[in-house]
């Protein structure tokens, strides 16, 4: 396969790529500060060098090489279009899978609903959809365990002396009521690498730079409205936090829970 050296930040990169340079050739590859002669940063931002191994070239001959350079937003779109695995810039990271699907997913609903906002929105309410069934089911068992935890705290007290018997009992009254004590995390565990996917796709996503939503100006950027003294009003992390708090106060404590 070619090899492609490239710098970049959390939404541009510049790409050097070569189709005929194998990776046994690409000797060098640093990142480095750009710095003035006497060794001082003479502007912000950052320098890239890569190096090929040419070999010999005789006396009245030349050696050429051919690249491709390429400037620009990280848009998969455009970087696939490239060839040369140059999308790997993007840095999914080990869920790429997830990451891709998810992209080009709402890039098919911002193709309805233009807004990058909205699109993230619908895209969400889909997969929050898609998991409703497993999510109604740990929702009808944490239920019915609210409803065995005076039985369970007869039993605690009965058999308190008797650890094993109360672990007998206990699975038996799970088992009578239809209780499954781990259902409650099992639709999280099969929803965390998607939503893990969402976030590598998102956090450097160059389509949401700039584009507004209701109050928030950047979508790549923290919603800020103002500042109380001195720290920043962020109003969707207010509404995350106010609405996992009350999501824990509706599920109900497990009977087997220590007090």
Known sequence: SSEWASVKNQFFAAVLSSEDRKG???????????????GEVSRPGISGSVGYEVGTVPAGSSKTLDFDFFVGPKE???????GNQQDEV????????????????????????????????????????????LSAKASRSQKRMAKIQGPMAELKEKYKDNPQ???????????????????????????MPIFLGLFYMLRSASELRHESFLWV???????????????????????????????????????????
């Open 24 to 38: 046994r050739d690409l000797i060098i590859y640093q990142v480095e500060g750009s710095t003035s002669e006497a």
């Open 76 to 82: 998969f779109k455009r970087l696939q279009a490239l």
């Open 90 to 133: 993007m840095q999914f990271g080990f869920l790429s899978f997830i990451s891709k699907l998810l992209l080009s997913f709402m890039y098919g609903i911002h193709a309805i609903v233009p807004s990058w906002g909205w699109s993230i929105v619908i895209m969400t309410i889909c997969i929050k959809t898609l998991f409703w069934p």
């Open 165 to 191: 018997k109360l672990q007998q009992e206990t699975l038996k009254m799970f088992k009578e009521n239809q209780v499954n004590p781990v259902a409650g995390c099992l639709p999280m565990l099969i929803q």
């Open 217 to 259: 100006s950047d979508l790549s950027m923290p919603d800020t409205l103002t500042y109380v003294a001195g720290y920043p009003l962020n109003i969707l992390p207010l509404i995350i936090g106010l609405t996992m708090f009350l999501l824990m106060r509706m599920i109900p404590d497990s009977p087997t829970d220590d007090p």
